[in-house]
């Protein structure tokens, strides 16, 4: 199974400053046949269900604002969120979609400093 | 409008069995394939099962491989886990979740979720 860690486990971050999450596959999720990484990020604010942000690791899902960026490749990959809003007060999941099972990393919490 | 609506949770005994449904609408189900993912009470995400459009893919996370089965009914767009020799261990929120197209890809879109809770 491919483990996925994320780092840090939580972190706070002034309004309008930068937020950058890190996630780190056991193996590399690229999928070589069509140049993908098949690595996608959650967002699941309190209460609520997830939430698609990233696909293909940096496709930006409908509607999902531009702040939110999603970068690397292989085995190393970063979220970033460019101007932190109020609204983003969430936790962040990395997940795997390259083989079965498709693990989830353990999460991200963000909060306002 | 995407819905998933979950159905079946409760409370049940270890070593009992459940059924969970999730009722599909606002796209044509048979085209995605669909996912269950599970939430302990403040814990993280992990992912349950998943089968694909056709149910010729399916897949199941270790922990629950041979005691977990995930079907798919396309004619009444409903999505099923039937979950034997339940442990306390798989108390959780059981979300329905849709996949963004094939089996191999993202999710979607998730479902409010439905608590099931594995106590004596």
């Known amino acids: 199974d491919i483990v996925m860690t994320q780092s840090p486990d939580s972190l706070a971050v002034s309004l309008g400053e930068r937020a950058t999450i890190n996630c780190k596959s056991s193996q590399s999720v690229l999928y070589s046949s069509n140049n993908k990484n098949y690595l996608a990020w959650y967002q699941q604010r309190p209460g609520q269900p997830p939430n698609l942000l990233i696909y293909?690791?940096?496709t930006r899902e409908s509607g999902v604002p531009d702040r939110f960026s999603g970068s690397g490749s292989g085995t190393d990959f970063t979220l970033t969120i460019s101007s932190l809003q109020a609204e983003d007060v969430a936790v962040y999941y990395c997940?795997?979609?390259?083989?079965?099972?498709?693990?989830f990393g353990p999460g991200t919490k963000v909060d306002i400093k | 409008e995407v819905q998933l609506v979950e159905s079946g949770g409760g409370l049940v005994q270890p070593g009992r069995s459940l059924r969970l449904s999730c009722a599909a609408s606002?796209?044509?189900?048979?085209?995605?394939?669909m996912h269950w993912v599970r939430q302990a009470p403040g814990k993280g995400l992990e992912w349950v099962s998943g089968i694909s459009w056709n149910s010729n893919s399916i897949g199941y996370a270790d922990s629950v491989k041979g005691r977990f089965t995930i079907s798919r009914d396309n004619a009444r767009n409903s999505l099923y886990l039937q979950m034997n020799s339940l442990r306390a261990e798989d108390t959780a929120f059981y979300f329905c979740a849709k996949g963004q197209h094939d089996y191999g890809d993202s999710i979607s879109y998730w479902g409010q979720g439905t608590l099931v809770t594995v106590s004596s």
């Open positions: 997940q795997q979609y390259y083989s079965t099972p498709f693990t």
């Open positions: 606002g796209f044509t189900f048979d085209d995605y394939a």
């Open positions: 293909w690791a940096s």
